[in-house]
């Protein structure tokens, strides 16, 4: 090979990029392409000379945030009225998908080792689009994807999403955006959102992006608490205290509820529930509960009650918040209950923080994240999303040191000294998986080039994987040792050597995506409006079969009364000769039937051939959805996988 292929990589959900990081040297790149159109943008402490040939491109968006949403004030150093990032989230997600090689990166000495992006010799252009101030507005998104796409970008990754309700296509600004970059051929990458573990609560839910689900990777922080009666349990922390040394007393929150408060309140450590004399130098118990999500946020109210430190029982996950305010330690409701009988027992209840360790474990089967948001999609159900997950839990890469991570409300404590030095930090989100995937889709489309938006993800969607190395069936944290579905992580977890040679590949076409706006039931102003196309793409008479027959690479019938029929059309990018054979497991009570079961490619005579899938209820019950798989298989390599979900109603069902 005598040119690396140049991959051009965009953050929409940029808070911009701390371009002296080492994650962005580019020694090791080659020149910027001549295609490439893009511009380094001058602002606050950013200039020319902050560009290179790793960050190619950079430009900041705020007219519509000053409409919108307000002027941003910069005196206070906590943010650049630039393309420099002031909140480490940009830095983060950019290094994540084309970070280079960083030797011996951690964070505070946990998760020690060598750091690099998905993709270390891609390039990166980077849109700043919102602020640290929170928020970003629609104005200069859709402005940023109008530059990105004439610059000349080769992917977009968005971390950035609403949360739902979800507003309809014609008006989402991401979907409008990205139907541009996907109708150029430029595949857009988004983030699925971080509400689950709820159903429906998967965002960026358009058919032509590829959304991301985030999933747990095989490294933890295992942290002891040492009990006074020398007990010692372990729970997960970042912290990294070291002045937290020695026994400190407990108290249980709901044992020192302030008057004004309800017990439950101090048993979550909501706001101003605790008593702050009875709080006062002692490590308090707290629980996650519905209202109370954030180990973060009970963290700041305990140090304003007095006390010294948490421990936070959570609904069980291996996502580990970082409490900057006072040191915590998170630990499994049964751990917790274990606690509880000691505060109970003992005359003088007190417990001991180890520092955490970082512990990498075997290969196990990654699991589904807690916060990761679930489908199904409550704008267009037919549609399967997420349809992919990835790596977004504890994720460690780059980090803006502007940023006031480690800056403690109580100055001139150990952390505000340390937060200059902070490069690299660990965050969980599906912010997180989303470049992940990013990085992953550049180097598909540095082998496919000819590949479109859709063929891309159909690769990582059929060939996602279920299953880890011993066969163990991969789970989804949220309900007990639940087995995951399509609505925690759709096709499955990304698996990239698999995606770059599919065998098979669901493609689709911008005119499918507008006989899709078609099917939606939005008229013809409105698309046009969308796609900025000149032309009445609706037929006049209703197509109801259209969204049986989109080709979507998995198969989603959200109300199956009566058998129905829809067909997919496979294209063959494996080898000419190719002879592929049905495999059905079918959703329980649910038939399926596939016509023809063989797929002949006929020595590439034929690309492309079409099959029908009959699907039946067999009994006629009010149900829930229920989940399936169908296999196409060449008897070698190949195993195209197209999940199946069904969800059988009864006709005339009485509310
Ligand atoms: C925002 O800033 C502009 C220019 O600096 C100024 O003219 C305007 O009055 C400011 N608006 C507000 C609401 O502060
Ligand atoms: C705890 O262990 C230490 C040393 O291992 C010992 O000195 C101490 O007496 C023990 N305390 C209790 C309450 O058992
Ligand atoms: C806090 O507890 C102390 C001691 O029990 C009590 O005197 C005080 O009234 C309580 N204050 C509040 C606000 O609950
Ligand atoms: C088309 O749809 C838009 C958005 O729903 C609506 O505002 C408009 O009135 C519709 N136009 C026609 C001609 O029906
Ligand atoms: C739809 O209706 C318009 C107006 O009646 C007509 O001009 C057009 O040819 C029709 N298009 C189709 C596809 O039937």
Redesign the pocket.
């Known amino acids: 090979m005598t040119q690396s292929p140049v991959f051009c990589l965009v953050y929409l959900f940029s808070t911009g990029i701390w371009p002296e990081s080492e994650s962005f040297r580019d020694d090791k790149m080659e020149s910027v392409p001549p295609r490439w159109k893009g511009k380094c943008q001058a602002g606050e402490k950013f200039d020319q000379s902050n560009c290179n040939r790793k960050i190619i491109g950079a430009r900041w968006y705020i007219k519509g945030f000053q409409a919108e949403i307000g002027n941003i004030s910069t005196e206070d150093g906590a943010e650049f009225l630039s393309a420099r990032d002031a909140t480490g989230h940009g830095t983060h997600t950019s290094s994540t998908a084309a970070g280079t090689y960083v030797e011996n990166a951690d964070f505070l000495g946990l998760a020690k080792g060598q750091a690099r992006g998905g993709f270390p010799s891609a390039m990166l252009a980077i849109y700043k689009v919102c602020w640290a101030s929170g928020g970003c507005s629609t104005a200069d998104i859709l402005a940023a994807f109008d530059d990105a796409i004439f610059d000349g970008v080769d992917i977009i990754s968005m971390s950035l999403g609403s949360v739902p309700p979800l507003s309809s296509y014609?008006d989402d600004v991401v979907a409008v955006g990205s139907f541009h970059a996907v109708a150029r051929g430029i595949p857009v990458v988004c983030s699925g959102g971080n509400g689950g573990p709820f159903p429906q609560t998967v965002v960026n839910t358009s058919p032509w992006v590829i959304t991301v689900a985030a999933s747990t990777i095989d490294r933890a922080f295992p942290t002891a608490i040492t009990l006074g009666n020398n007990i010692t349990i372990v729970g997960q922390s970042l912290y990294v205290e070291e002045k937290f040394d020695g026994f400190y007393p407990i108290v249980y929150g709901e044992d020192i509820a302030s008057d004004d408060a309800e017990e439950f309140e101090a048993r979550n450590c909501d706001e101003g529930a605790l008593n702050a004399t009875l709080a006062q130098g002692k490590v308090i118990l707290c629980f996650e509960s519905q209202s109370q999500r954030s180990a973060i946020s009970a963290a700041r109210n305990v140090l304003i009650a007095g006390g010294v430190g948490l421990i936070f029982a959570r609904f069980p996950t291996k996502e580990v918040a970082l409490c900057t305010d006072v040191p915590c330690i998170q630990v499994d409701f049964s751990l917790a209950t274990t606690l509880l009988t000691y505060i109970g027992s003992a005359d003088n209840p007190m417990v001991k923080f180890s520092a955490p360790k970082t512990s990498l474990g075997k290969m196990i089967s990654p699991e589904v994240a807690l916060f990761s948001s679930r489908g199904p999609n409550s704008l267009s159900p037919s549609v399967l999303k997420p349809d992919i997950a990835a790596p977004g839990v504890n994720i460690l890469a780059a980090w803006s040191p502007a940023s006031s991570v480690l800056t403690n409300v109580d100055a001139g404590k150990t952390r505000a000294d340390e937060s200059a030095a902070l490069l690299f930090n660990i965050v969980s989100g599906t912010s997180m998986s989303c470049p992940h995937v990013s990085a992953i889709v550049a180097l598909l489309r540095a082998i496919h080039p000819t590949w479109s938006p859709a063929a891309l993800k159909s690769a990582l969607v059929t060939a996602a994987s279920s299953t880890d190395e011993y066969r163990q069936p991969a789970f989804a944290e949220g309900a007990p040792h639940k087995q995951a579905d399509p609505f925690d992580y759709g096709g499955g977890h990304v698996d990239p050597n698999k995606a770059i040679d599919p065998g098979l590949i669901f493609d689709l076409t911008t005119k499918d995506y507008l006989g899709f706006l078609c099917a939606m039931g939005?008229?013809n102003?409105?698309i046009s409006l969308l796609t900025g196309l000149d032309h009445s793409p609706c037929p006049n008479t209703s197509n109801n079969n259209f969204l049986a027959n989109f080709n979507l690479p998995s198969i989603s019938i959200p109300e199956l009364k009566h058998c129905v029929t829809v067909s997919r059309t496979a294209t063959n990018v494996g080898p000419e000769e190719s002879v592929y054979f049905v495999r059905v497991e079918s959703p329980p009570g649910i038939d399926v039937e596939v016509d023809p079961p063989m797929l002949n490619f006929d020595n590439g005579a034929k690309k492309k051939l079409k099959f029908k899938v009959r699907i039946c209820p067999r009994l006629r019950v009010q149900g829930s959805y229920v989940f399936g798989n169908l296999f196409w298989e060449d008897g070698f390599d190949h195993v195209v996988k197209l999940p199946l979900i069904v969800r059988p109603v009864i006709d005339n069902f009485v509310y």
């Open positions: 014609i939005y008229n102003t409105a």
